[in-house]
């Protein structure tokens, strides 16, 4: 009961990462909202609260953070990651990319601080988690252009608001995955030109010689969103299999 008493709202629950995570901390005792932009793959996720949420779309992220009251965690998950060198990009592609994986992130955690600090002021700590990634914006990998900066500005965004908010008890983390198996993965390489292929060049790049399951990553998660990571703030947090070696 690691996270007992907390409120904590985690988005892109639907699924790979964000669902697992929710379920890790509604089985450490927190009251957990889990949020996706499609409601139907919220669905199954029993012992949780459940909300439909495009985090792009300003007005739904006030929305949902006046009605989940003061958060003492909150688990940014969402992302997208397009595929290309600077050549490839396309303007639109490279909107998306920061719209999603940077400003939704900066809305929904400046919608929700408010009420964290309330919490902080009571309880001493509140936490935020940042989904980050090593790939490209901690080390270079190709064909990673817009991923890779967008990720990268994570960190940036990370480190600012853990500066900014450190001596009023929030703190504030990113966590920097390897290569996941989740169903994000799955579908890149299924559209891969030669998908076999794809996935042996996926687990190549894993010095521990395989891929991360979502339950290597989980025990991060609930580790930075519980007080035992009270004395850690504006960190990028590695859990790569040892690429970044």
Same mark, same amino acid.
């Given at each position: 009961?690691?996270?007992?008493?907390? !409120?904590?709202?985690?988005?892109?629950?639907?699924?790979?990462?964000? @669902?697992a #995570?929710a379920?890790?901390?509604? &089985?450490?005792?927190?009251?957990?909202?889990? !949020?996706?932009?499609?409601?139907?793959?919220?669905?199954?996720?029993?012992?949780?609260?459940?909300?439909?949420? &495009?985090v =792009?779309?300003?007005?739904? *992220?006030?929305?949902?953070?006046?009605?989940?009251?003061?958060?003492?965690?909150?688990?940014n998950?969402?992302?997208? *990651?397009?595929?290309? !060198?600077?050549?490839?990009?396309? &303007?639109?592609d490279w909107?998306?990319?920061?719209?999603?994986?940077?400003?939704?992130?900066?809305?929904?955690?400046?919608?929700?601080?408010?009420?964290?600090?309330? @919490?902080?002021?009571?309880?001493?700590?509140? #936490?935020?988690?940042?989904?980050?990634?090593?790939?490209?914006?901690?080390?270079?990998?190709a064909?990673?252009?817009?991923?890779?900066? #967008?990720?990268?500005?994570?960190?940036?965004?990370?480190?600012?608001?853990?500066?900014?908010?450190?001596?009023?008890?929030?703190? +504030?983390?990113?966590? +920097?995955p390897?290569t996941?198996?989740?169903?994000?993965?799955?579908?890149?390489?299924?559209?891969?030109?030669?998908?076999?292929q794809?996935?042996? &060049?996926?687990?190549?790049?894993?010095p521990?010689?395989?891929?991360? !399951?979502?339950?290597?990553?989980?025990?991060?998660? *609930?580790?930075?969103?519980?007080?035992?990571?009270?004395?850690? #703030?504006?960190?990028?947090?590695?859990?790569?299999?040892?690429? =970044?070696?």
């Open positions: 009961m690691r996270l007992q008493g907390k !409120t904590i709202l985690v988005t892109a629950a639907g699924q790979g990462i964000g @669902r #995570s379920l890790a901390c509604r &089985d450490e005792g927190a009251r957990v909202i889990a !949020t996706d932009i499609n409601g139907a793959l919220l669905e199954g996720l029993e012992g949780v609260e459940t909300l439909v949420l &495009d =792009t779309r300003l007005e739904s *992220v006030e929305a949902v953070a006046g009605k989940v009251g003061p958060l003492d965690g909150l688990f998950c969402a992302g997208v *990651v397009h595929n290309g !060198t600077i050549l490839d990009i396309a &303007d639109e909107a998306f990319a920061f719209e999603l994986n940077v400003t939704a992130m900066m809305r929904l955690t400046r919608a929700c601080l408010p009420g964290m600090l309330d @919490r902080a002021a009571k309880t001493g700590s509140a #936490s935020i988690l940042n989904m980050a990634s090593m790939a490209s914006s901690i080390k270079g990998f064909n990673r252009t817009a991923y890779g900066a #967008s990720k990268a500005a994570v960190i940036g965004l990370t480190k600012a608001i853990a500066a900014d908010f450190v001596k009023q008890g929030i703190r +504030c983390n990113a966590i +920097c390897g996941v198996d989740t169903p994000s993965l799955r579908g890149r390489i299924a559209a891969s030109a030669d998908p076999v794809a996935e042996k &060049d996926f687990i190549a790049r894993q521990m010689g395989r891929l991360a !399951t979502v339950d290597d990553i989980v025990p991060m998660v *609930v580790f930075l969103l519980s007080d035992e990571s009270r004395f850690v #703030s504006g960190q990028a947090m590695l859990v790569d299999g040892g690429v =970044t070696i």
